[in-house]
């Protein structure tokens, strides 16, 4: 779905589902301004055999190729485009204009010790390593929140992270530029560093020179950095998005039966067909 620009959401900065979206009121959750009963709200991260793209039809639990092998995946969702920067290049057409029924967290201090606390089990429970996908909807807010994802990288050894970001830093003569989201765009450069076993935050949208950010970079196919990139074999098409000749189907059903966006055999962009 692709929004008009006179949309109120899209001049707002909202999602176009706003019942679904779920905040804390004096120490409970509340969606539609109504009480949360069930006890799932209180685990902010979501298993991904929930979401079809993540664990396919067939809702694989576990990663089986890439080199995070035999773990489990779970997603964080918050407000797509109220946490997204003005510049995005898919705040009309974003995928979650078509997500109705997904749950969009209002990030408080109540939300991130429940990830942490939920983190902290996780660690215990799979201790040869599980995989946070960050975010299924909407992106690093502040300069705080994504040092909080971090220092948890830092804290549990075992936590696996990726997932794509449009906070960029642009030179200071663009109208796009802005000091806070260059912090966070080097904030999570530097996660992937600083973790590069563990950190997979790819830059959407990325514009500048893809090896000063080593490849990690997500692109849309209309965008002319993307084109560059195929034609001089330094990008590969998500092969979700893509159906086989023979099969007629998806080259892959699923993230966790892929690996490419978290990959370290392969310093390349993705490319995406669709968004």
Request: glycine letters at 4%; hydrophobic letters at 35%.
């Amino acid at each position: 779905m692709n929004l008009r620009q006179n949309n109120p959401s899209l001049i707002q900065m909202k999602t176009i589902h706003p019942k679904f979206l779920v905040s804390e009121n004096g120490g409970s959750f509340i969606r539609n301004n109504e009480p949360i009963t069930s006890n799932a709200v209180n685990l902010p991260l979501k298993s991904s055999i929930a979401n079809k793209k993540l664990s396919g039809e067939n809702k694989v639990s576990m990663t089986t190729k890439g080199r995070w092998l035999q773990m489990p995946m779970f997603s964080f969702t918050i407000e797509e485009r109220h946490t997204c920067p003005s510049y995005c290049k898919f705040l009309s057409n974003c995928y979650g204009n078509n997500m109705l029924l997904a749950y969009r967290y209002e990030v408080s201090d109540q939300v991130l010790k429940l990830i942490d606390e939920q983190l902290k089990e996780l660690s215990k429970t799979y201790r040869m390593g599980f995989i946070i996908r960050l975010h299924i909807l909407g992106d690093f807010f502040s300069v705080n929140y994504t040092e909080f994802w971090r220092t948890r990288l830092k804290k549990y050894k075992n936590m696996h992270m990726f997932g794509y970001t449009a906070r960029l830093n642009f030179d200071q003569s663009d109208d796009r530029h802005s000091k806070m989201d260059s912090s966070i765009f080097y904030q999570i450069k530097e996660m992937n560093e600083e973790f590069s076993d563990r950190c997979a935050m790819r830059f959407s949208g990325y514009e500048g020179d893809p090896e000063k950010v080593n490849y990690m970079i997500a692109l849309s196919i209309n965008e002319p950095l993307a084109k560059e990139l195929l034609e001089s074999n330094q990008a590969f098409i998500c092969p979700y998005e893509q159906i086989s000749n023979k099969t007629n189907k998806r080259k892959t059903r699923s993230c966790v039966e892929c690996g490419l966006c978290w990959s370290n055999a392969i310093t390349k962009a993705v490319i995406w067909l669709d968004h």
